[in-house]
């Protein structure tokens, strides 16, 4: 076959290697072909998730008592079954995976995981677990990459670098949102600002975002009402729901990781019938409130238009909570933003409900407090802080809802933070036995700082325009064993003084130190460089000047290796003292 | 591609150390047999060569594309199909007063067309209709904010406050409706919005504003004689017979055979004191439609009143003393009748106003003569208004005068038009 292959090119006079492209070329055009191909996937994702709960739960939205109790019970049995013994690596939400391919796989995840997570996460959420098909489409994404990287055989640098491109691809299209899916990938895949990525990771949200409203339309997930603030005491009410919030996102943060390493530790057979016992519990809370049993948008959606009274949204919120937790825990298969987005606007809704009851005259629409409500548990559970804040931006489309967005979750994040000094997906990797990065430590880690290494010079500066005596003589008087030489632009050379001495006797009288030294100038420091900027610096050289930015003759100080070094000795045990604790 | 329950638990408890690759000295990951980024897989010849692959891929998007296409197209299809069923069921449990079933029928049928604004208000309709005003309100309000010039949604709205009587909101609603965007023949629809506004503010006894209503929508009526003659017929309740008369009027040029329209145009004579005319339109619309009771009644009393009208121009003496006379002994029977019927002694102590009136008309009596009456016309205008007076005092004593007692009570209005 092959033979009649390269026969028929030759015929046709197509050569392929002609129009080879180079690897970065290739890296954007794939990830176009990575945004479209999740784009697709997603769309099929979804519609597998719709039609499979139509087939077993039957068009109404309130379906009889025993297909409420006996679906997501079969359906946890089901999904169990595949997840156990054909697609194991399906489990979880997706997040940590997608991570773990990056720190530790080099971006290789198996096409069979991405298969595993359609067929299970599409069967888990339609037959009513509460669980969202977000996270998952960001693993099938960053399956979808890796698959097409390594068939394309790209370098490792850039197979490792698809996944996050892959992840994004997903999330934008599954939220239908390219800036929060950039921004989520960047705060917590890949820690920070690449510009190597970056283009590729915008591209393929953007084009896994037209390949879905390609196909499902340019409709919103959600009908966001406009917002406008009515009284400038409003912001009290989302100060409120930040707290709320934050004490929320809480619970089932705690709820999870109590419950999780147990369930675990049960005996191996127990995990086929963890998920069915989550179902069956889920469908018990389904018969009363059916709403929490699913993804549930078209719930938010409702809330958004306050279609419910607060007491029916704050009891949305509390068993959506605990169904979650319940859901998750189990090993089910399944995302959390779409719970946290729920669980986010029917607090939401009804800490509006409550304003809009007692305060008429201060309140704007209830709608907006359940869209800023889901930003918040955004914010506090998932701890992803930008992602929340220009998630709530882009989902409503109006940039005057910032301060409220804000307010509400900064203080969630902090409450959430102060409480849970573990953020959620760090927590679930550390109870799985891994040690992946945490973006949230990541982002707060404090430089040490050249200012922090530095010395003051105890040595004479010398002018490269002093005649050779007189240099040697302030030389000799010097302190240190090495003398700066200073030219008057603010170029600074050095020499030790054993050195300077011999050179001086070879070299003629008269002669100024400029004959001596080299034309090139020593490299310099200022205060603020980071100590890895430094240490590069120094190369071999004893010490480094340290000068002021605003006048590069004026000395700051000096940098040697030792002082670095001690810095260091100094601030490590400080900062890894939580890290080495979390490992034993 | 299976993975056995051992392996499994080993990758769960991590108690088996990441393998690394010889070449790279990368971790192997999970379930893999040799490193995935070394290892020369077997595999078909074309997916060796990266541009054929690349060509392949697009080739597999096209397809997919394809794929994704009609299993949309056919989801989409399945939807509709059951947002129309959900909806058809809400229509019947609605029409069957139903609401609450229709609510939720509707809500499963938003389920699934969530954008569509015939579910939508029906939605809004169930709410109300179920006792659920606010939650109704603001759904519609909620519908409004999305589509401000919606006729059907203000209509909505504007119904919610006539079910809790407010006025002012309901006004400023079915306004909003009239000059809102509305499918199919907007003249129409606006036309029965303002029809219903105008049957609000007649049942809130607003009488001047259904007219200025009534007003704007005749302006604006179609040569439709049935469409004149209803409009007609609101303004007459509203109490604009002169407009209410040049609609009939424009009715019967469109169809002269209307019974309605000349029931209609004699009423308003009737209203205008234009007896004689009253009495024509009333005799032709009767031999048109005889079912027309409340005409039949206002007939009877036009030919009533000019029956007994002395005041009517060109009658002779003898004629006019006559009426004079037959009009006060009527006037007679009904003081008898009010005073009996309210119990009063006409024998006992004077004081009451029947009981002065009725010693005015003793006195006046024996001086109540035809041949007088038809000699002495200030004698027959001097009778004429002790009944003007008589029946006043009863119909204010003993309710509104029927028969011929309503006859003079007409007479005795005209006359006080006609002096100065």
Redesign the interface.
């Known amino acids: 076959?092959?033979a009649a292959?390269d026969k028929l090119r030759k015929r046709i006079g197509w050569e392929?290697?002609s129009?080879?492209l180079d690897e970065p070329q290739?890296f954007l055009?794939l990830a176009v072909?990575i945004g479209?191909?999740s784009g697709?996937a997603v769309?099929?994702f979804r519609?597998a998730i719709?039609?499979t709960r139509?087939s077993v739960f039957g068009?109404?939205?309130?379906p009889p008592p025993t297909r409420i109790l006996l679906v997501p019970t079969v359906g946890g049995l089901i999904v169990a079954f595949l997840v156990?013994?054909?697609f194991?690596?399906a489990r979880g939400s997706g997040v940590n995976q997608t991570k773990a391919?990056v720190y530790?796989?080099?971006g290789?995840i198996?096409f069979?995981t991405v298969i595993g997570k359609f067929v299970c996460c599409a069967l888990a959420i339609a037959t009513g677990q509460s669980l969202g098909p977000e996270d998952p489409s960001l693993q099938m994404g960053a399956g979808i990459a890796s698959a097409?990287g390594?068939?394309?055989?790209l370098s490792?640098e850039k197979?490792r670098l698809i996944a996050p491109v892959g992840a994004a691809a997903g999330l934008a299209a599954a939220f239908n949102a390219p800036i929060s899916a950039v921004l989520f990938v960047i705060e917590e895949v890949i820690g920070k600002w690449t510009a190597g990525v970056l283009g590729a990771i915008v591209l393929a949200a953007v084009s896994s975002v037209v390949t879905v409203r390609w196909?499902?339309g340019e409709?919103p997930l959600f009908?966001i009402?406009?917002y406008h603030l009515v009284h400038p005491a409003e912001l009290f009410a989302y100060g409120a729901l930040g707290v709320i919030g934050g004490v929320s996102s809480l619970v089932l943060v705690k709820l999870i990781g109590y419950a999780r390493p147990r369930l675990?530790a049960l005996p191996?057979r127990s995990q086929y019938f963890q998920p069915a016992v989550a179902g069956l519990l889920i469908g018990v809370i389904g018969l009363g409130l059916p709403q929490v049993m699913g993804a549930g948008y078209?719930f938010i959606?409702q809330a958004m238009?306050?279609?419910f009274t607060w007491r029916m949204l704050a009891l949305l919120a509390a068993f959506k909570i605990l169904s979650t937790g319940i859901s998750f825990v189990s090993g089910t298969p399944g995302g959390m933003f779409a719970p946290a987005l729920f669980i986010g606007a029917m607090i939401g809704g009804a800490v509006g409900s409550i304003e809009h009851h007692f305060f008429p005259w201060l309140t704007g629409p209830i709608?907006t407090y359940a869209l800023v409500g889901m930003g918040t548990l955004f914010a506090a559970f998932l701890r992803v802080p930008m992602t929340s804040v220009f998630m709530g931006l882009e989902v409503s489309g109006n940039y005057s809802i910032i301060l409220p967005v804000i307010i509400s979750n900064t203080i969630a994040y902090l409450i959430s933070r102060h409480y849970q000094p573990t953020a959620l997906f760090d927590l679930l990797s550390r109870q799985?036995?891994?040690d992946l990065p945490s973006m949230e430590e990541r982002r707060e880690e404090i430089s040490v700082h050249v200012e922090n290494a530095m010395r003051a010079y105890q040595g004479t500066v010398l002018n490269i325009e002093d005649p050779l005596s007189t240099a040697l003589a302030r030389a000799d008087a010097s302190a240190e064993d090495f003398v700066f030489v200073e030219d008057g632009t603010g170029q600074w050379r050095g020499i030790m003084k054993g050195e300077l001495r011999r050179r001086a006797t070879q070299s003629q009288e008269g002669a100024t130190l400029r004959s001596l030294l080299s034309e090139e100038a020593l490299p310099h420091l200022h205060p603020d460089h980071v100590l890895e900027e430094a240490l590069m610096r120094l190369g071999d050289l004893p010490l480094l000047p340290v000068v002021n930015r605003a006048d590069f003759r004026k000395l700051e100080g000096v940098a040697t290796l030792a002082g670095i070094l001690e810095t260091y000795r100094e601030v490590g045990p400080r900062r890894f003292k939580g890290k080495r604790h979390r490992h034993a | 591609?299976?993975?056995d329950?051992r392996s499994?638990?080993r990758?769960?408890?991590?108690t088996e150390p990441?393998r690394r690759c010889g070449k790279?000295g990368?971790?192997i990951?999970?379930?893999?047999p040799e490193c995935?980024?070394c290892s020369e897989r077997p595999g078909y010849?074309?997916?060796q060569?990266?541009?054929?692959?690349?060509?392949l891929?697009?080739v597999?998007?096209v397809l997919?594309?394809v794929i994704?296409?009609y299993?949309?197209r056919r989801?989409h299809g399945?939807e509709r199909g059951?947002a129309q069923?959900?909806y058809s069921r809400g229509e019947q449990a609605l029409k069957s007063d139903h609401p609450g079933a229709a609510l939720?029928d509707f809500?499963?049928a938003l389920?699934?067309s969530?954008?569509n604004p015939l579910y939508q208000l029906r939605l809004a309709q169930a709410l109300a209709a179920t006792g659920r005003v606010q939650?109704g309100r603001?759904?519609l309000l909620?519908l409004r904010?999305?589509q401000l010039g919606n006729g059907p949604v203000n209509l909505e709205l504007a119904r919610l406050p006539v079910r809790e009587h407010d006025s002012p909101e309901a006004v400023q609603y079915f306004h909003d409706a009239v000059y809102s965007d509305w499918d199919g023949n907007p003249a129409v629809q606006r036309r029965a919005v303002r029809l219903e506004l105008v049957d609000f503010l007649l049942h809130s006894d607003r009488e001047a504003a259904a007219r200025a209503e009534l007003i704007a929508v005749a302006n604006n009526l179609p040569p439709d004689a049935k469409l004149q003659t209803q409009v007609g017929e609101l303004l007459m309740k509203a109490g604009g017979y002169d407009d209410a008369l040049r609609l009939f009027r424009q009715a019967l040029a469109v169809e002269p055979r209307s019974a309605s329209a000349l029931a209609g145009a004699g009423e308003c004579y009737f209203q205008a004191g234009q007896y004689g005319q009253a009495k024509r339109y009333l005799d032709r619309a009767l031999q048109l439609d005889p079912n027309l009771t409340p005409a039949a009644a206002i007939r009877d009393t036009a030919r009533a009143v000019l029956d007994l009208d002395p005041f009517i121009p060109r009658l002779g003496e003898q004629e006019r003393a006559q009426r004079a006379r037959e009009a006060f002994d009527q006037a007679m029977t009904r003081l008898e009748a009010c005073a009996a019927q309210r119990g009063i002694d006409f024998q006992a102590e004077r004081g009451d106003r029947l009981q002065t009136l009725y010693a005015q008309a003793t006195t006046f009596q024996p001086s109540v003569r035809q041949r007088s009456l038809g000699r002495d016309s200030e004698l027959l205008t001097n009778t004429m208004d002790l009944v003007f007076e008589i029946e006043k005092a009863a119909t204010q004593t003993c309710g509104e005068a029927k028969g011929l007692d309503l006859a003079l009570v007409l007479i005795a209005r005209q006359q006080e038009g006609a002096r100065p």
Not at chain 2, 11 to 14: A, H, S, Y
Not at chain 2, 49 to 55: A, C, D, G, K, Y
Request: hydrophobic residues 45%; proline residues 5%; charged residues 30%.
């Open positions: 076959m092959r292959w392929p290697e129009v080879m290739l055009l072909i479209l191909i697709l769309v099929l519609i719709d039609w139509l068009s109404d939205l309130t156990i013994n054909f194991p690596r391919a530790i796989y080099d290789f198996p069979n097409l390594r068939r394309l055989r490792r197979v196909f499902l409709q009908r009402p406009e675990k191996r078209e959606d238009r306050d279609e709608g799985d036995g891994t | 591609m299976g993975y329950i499994f638990e990758r769960l408890d991590r990441d790279c990368q971790a990951p999970w379930g893999e995935p980024l010849f074309w997916l060569r990266r541009n054929t692959f690349l060509i891929v697009f597999f998007i997919q594309f994704t296409g299993a949309v989801y399945v059951l069923g959900w939720a809500r499963n389920a699934y969530r954008d939650e603001t759904y909620s904010d999305r």
